[in-house]
């Protein structure tokens, strides 16, 4: 998944961003830490994010952040501090396992549980701008695959949860305009987090761990079309997108149209 974003790059997504007026500047984020391992690699990936996260704002940029992980998104709201963040995450899963909670081990399946406070809570805090954001700050939606301890931590948190089901529920929107407004009543804006494996990968394949189930890329524009227009968005991630599974560039082009959409529509 780490092919993903010069993936991306490679296939005019800057040409696309530039044609609807805005001027796009890159930053990359490639730390080579002393002990290369997963844990320590992926909080020097978070670090040096939110860093960026930082620098974009000082300019008066927007940060849209390209990734091959999930756990990026502790990077960019810290980076975002001091705002009052709610955050809004497309996904097949949840990403909300705890080391104790998971059967693989996985630290990318931790991303949400770390962002909301619930794990590796001292490394976190080495990350400049880092607090936890609010369980009832946040909507999860589309997610469909779960640990079953995982599931019961969900279950009995204050996180919105929407499912696939959900999402392609046409009447949705009501619903989710609600939440929407009554989280505005308590932040300054969104992070609006999308892995494209939240798509039905039997039309638009993003990576090896999809599971069954989705929502296919129309209906997820339309759906985060919805959500841009309805509160300010702070910042963005696409990714989670491996180019190999995706070798009829279904998932790539789907991807770029959504960038689109999200900036032309975006309350920024």
């Known amino acids: 998944m780490g092919q993903g974003p ?6 005019g997504a800057v040409d696309r961003l530039e044609a609807l007026g805005h001027e796009v500047t890159i930053a990359t984020v490639d730390p080579r830490p002393q002990f290369p391992a997963e844990v320590a690699t992926s ?5 040096g994010v939110a860093d960026e996260v930082r620098n974009a704002l000082a300019s008066n940029a927007f940060p849209f952040i390209l990734a091959g992980n999930c756990n990026t998104s502790v990077g960019t709201v810290s980076g975002l ?5 709610g955050v809004v995450w497309f996904d097949a899963h949840a990403d909300f396992n705890t080391p ?4 693989t081990g996985f630290v990318d399946g931790m991303g949400l549980a770390i962002l909301t406070g619930h794990c590796w809570r001292l490394l976190a805090a080495g990350i400049s701008g880092y607090a936890p954001v609010p369980e ?9 695959d779960f640990d079953s301890l995982e599931w019961d931590r969900l279950s009995n948190s204050k996180i919105t949860y929407l499912s696939d089901r959900d999402i392609n529920n046409i009447g949705i929107e009501r619903q989710l305009g609600d939440a929407l407004d009554l989280l505005a009543t308590r932040v ?6 999308v892995d494209l494996d939240v798509y039905d990968a039997r039309v638009a394949p993003a990576n090896h761990f999809r ?12 759906v985060i079309e919805f959500i841009v227009g309805r509160i300010p968005v702070l910042a963005v991630y696409v990714g989670s997108y491996d180019p190999d599974v995706d070798p009829e560039g279904i998932t790539l082009r789907s991807g770029l149209v959504l960038m689109e959409t999200i900036v032309a529509n975006s309350l920024l």
């Open 43 to 47: 909080f020097a990936v978070m670090r």
């Open 100 to 103: 104790e909670s998971s059967s």
């Open 6 to 11: 010069r993936h991306f790059l490679n296939n």
């Open 81 to 85: 501090a001091p705002r009052r963040i």
């Open 136 to 144: 009832d700050n946040v909507i999860l939606a589309g997610a469909r």
């Open 211 to 222: 599971p069954p189930g989705g929502v296919t890329p129309e209906r997820l524009r339309d």
């Open 188 to 193: 300054d804006g969104i992070y609006l987090h």
